[in-house]
């Protein structure tokens, strides 16, 4: 029995270095869980243009909006592994929607194998200016002089921006409601005409409304303040101890590609967060870039499962 599992995985070994001496000969998409425009997309485009570069076949951008991200994770999931076919995981398709649907097709922790994490981003806590308060304190303290009467936009059920909301619900015991939107755009209309009062969200998309004075920033979502806007604090700082949130960005492929396609493409992958004009498109953007290994990576979307499963099972935490 050893003898014949020892020459399984022996022949294992050698189909797999043999399909990744021939990879890639064709083209691969990178399926996008959001509709063109969004940081999603920019992420995937901008990693796409470098694999492309490297590899010498063309990696375009697939994008498979709906069902929160759902859509996008079940095709890959069910795809071939070989490589031809990966995913731009983030926080919702990997952590939040697992954890919040009832139906999910796809095992974030097993149909998966982890490539590597491109990059962090902080998300922006703002209000429109209509609202009397210029301090996370201020609106922690309004919030609880009228709950139930102020209101907040998201992405979605089961977006980032649901999830940073509900966990800054939870730990500053406030009740403010829930309006969600079929992506940004809508939402982010609807903050900018005042019927929606408060939002968490990307920093790319909300800081030309701060520096127009259409929306006022209270904070952002990092550990740490970040050197592209060093002015706006931490939502931890600014009065919730132990506060942190955000949107990640990562590629996995389905669970089974050989581990010298993985490697080849962690290698390239890293190499592009490590290129200096993703680097100072990304930090002007208050994106941090990653680029770490697949066992790194595969770490990191375990912790963050339990942390969003933590969150989700609060009792005052709200993912209808």
Not at 89 to 100: M, Q, R
Not at 152 to 171: D, P, Q
Not at 233 to 245: L, N
Not at 250 to 263: H, K, L, N, Y
Request: proline share 7%; hydrophobic share 45%; charged share 20%.
């Amino acid at each position: 029995m050893r003898l014949l599992l020892a020459l399984m995985a022996g022949w294992i070994l050698v189909a797999g270095t043999a399909l990744a001496q021939g990879y890639p000969n064709k083209s691969i998409r990178i399926v996008v869980p959001q509709a063109p425009g969004g940081g999603n997309d920019t992420i995937a485009r901008m990693i796409g243009q470098k694999l492309t570069q490297a590899l010498k076949q063309q990696v375009v951008a697939d994008n498979r909006p709906g069902a929160g991200g759902m859509i996008a994770a079940e095709l890959v999931a069910k795809a071939a592994p070989d490589g031809y076919t990966l995913l731009l995981g983030n926080v919702a398709t990997l952590t939040i929607i697992p954890n919040v649907q009832k139906k999910v097709s796809y095992d974030p922790l097993k149909d998966f194998d982890p490539v590597s994490l491109i990059a962090s981003a902080p998300l922006l806590l703002v209000v429109h200016p209509s609202l009397p308060v210029s301090s996370v304190k201020q609106l922690i303290a309004l919030a609880k002089a009228k709950p139930g009467e102020l209101n907040y936009a998201s992405n979605g059920v089961g977006s980032s921006t649901h999830l940073a909301t509900e966990l800054f619900k939870v730990m500053t015991g406030t009740k403010i409601v829930h309006v969600p939107y079929k992506g940004l755009s809508l939402a982010l209309t609807d903050l900018l005409s005042g019927q929606m009062q408060i939002m968490f969200s990307s920093a790319v998309a909300m800081l030309p409304h701060v520096k127009s004075g259409r929306l006022r920033a209270l904070a952002m979502t990092a550990a740490r303040r970040s050197s592209s806007i060093p002015d706006i604090p931490t939502v931890a700082e600014a009065g919730v101890p132990d506060y942190e949130a955000g949107s990640w960005y990562g590629i996995v492929a389905p669970a089974g590609t050989a581990r010298p396609i993985v490697d080849l493409l962690n290698r390239e992958i890293v190499a592009a967060t490590k290129s200096q004009d993703i680097v100072d498109r990304l930090t002007r953007e208050a994106v941090t870039p990653v680029g770490n290994t697949p066992e790194e990576f595969a770490a990191y979307i375990r912790v963050e499962h339990a942390r969003v499963a933590r969150v989700v099972r609060a009792p005052d935490a709200k993912f209808e």
